[in-house]
């Protein structure tokens, strides 16, 4: 499940005097609204509350998930709604995320020119290997993905079409993003995964260790049915000159793609796409 937003300002109410050009925040909180506004960090935490898991939501949920006042949550709300990005159901007494927040989100993971370069090599590697070839990024805690393409004999029933998400800690798509990163951002990445795993974190610390290493030994992570028993997959990542990471995968039937395949043949075939996306890339001006 996606985290909730970051930001979770709690109990900030500021305070306003009169001035000759109208009101003005008091000193203190001019002082804080130079490093962040908070009605705006407030907004985005109540847009960000919104999942996949759920999509319909209340004010008091989303004020226990955000950790703001109900009274706050209710004027976020009926702001957001009438700016267009949320849809109030007044039967059910909810709100759902509406057109206007989920065009934030297409312009924000839109790269014309990676998809347009992609998108043709994608589509040849699915259909020479039979499997589902996905483009994904980060997005918090999870991987989104951005593209995809299902081989015509893939025999696959996986949707993994865009938007699909994946958790960083439980995906070998995820260990392969975290090897990509420099050392104090996957460290620092790596905490927040701890705090959300709990108990759950040395299983998946020594897990994504040991995928990490695959990464640095062979170009590529693999997974032959080891978090769902029937899919295998490889994934690498695609590192393109002032661009985030982004994560290249293959997955397919484990009974059509047994480790050995996935070791001498979808890996390095994976690897071999992604390095030819990151030649065409990087010489491309954006």
Not at 91 to 118: C, E, F, H, P, S
Request: charged share 20%; aromatic share 4%; hydrophobic share 40%.
């Amino acid at each position: 499940m996606p985290e909730p937003f970051a930001v979770r300002p709690r109990g900030h109410h500021h305070q306003f005097k009169a001035g000759k050009t109208g009101p003005r925040p008091a000193p203190r909180d001019r002082a804080e609204s130079g490093v962040m506004v908070t009605p705006l960090a407030r907004g985005l935490a109540v847009l960000a509350a919104f999942s996949a898991e759920q999509i319909w939501m209340g004010n008091k949920q989303i004020a226990l998930d955000t950790g703001l006042p109900p009274s706050t949550v209710s004027r976020m709300l009926r702001s957001l709604t009438t700016l267009g990005y949320l849809h109030h159901d007044e039967a059910q007494r909810k709100y759902r995320l509406a057109a206007t927040a989920l065009g934030l989100g297409y312009a924000a993971i839109a790269d014309g020119d990676l998809q347009r370069v992609a998108g043709p090599e994608m589509r040849r590697l699915a259909e020479s290997t039979d499997t589902y070839v996905t483009l994904s990024m980060r997005d918090r805690l999870n991987l989104v993905v951005i593209d995809s393409y299902l081989g015509s004999q893939a025999m696959l029933s996986l949707d993994m079409t865009p938007g699909t998400r994946m958790s960083i800690a439980c995906s070998v798509a995820g260990a392969a993003l975290l090897a990509a990163l420099p050392e104090l951002e996957r460290s620092y990445l790596q905490t927040r995964l701890q705090n959300k795993a709990d108990r759950e974190w040395p299983a998946q610390r020594r897990r994504i260790a040991e995928k990490i290493s695959q990464v640095h030994e062979l170009g590529f992570a693999m997974s032959p049915g080891e978090w769902v028993p029937e899919l295998s997959s490889a994934s690498t990542p695609v590192i393109i000159p002032e661009r985030p990471p982004w994560v290249l995968s293959c997955t397919g039937l484990t009974a059509r793609i047994p480790r050995v395949r996935l070791e001498r043949e979808i890996g390095p075939r994976l690897v071999a796409t992604a390095q030819l996306l990151q030649q065409k890339l990087a010489a491309q001006p954006h």
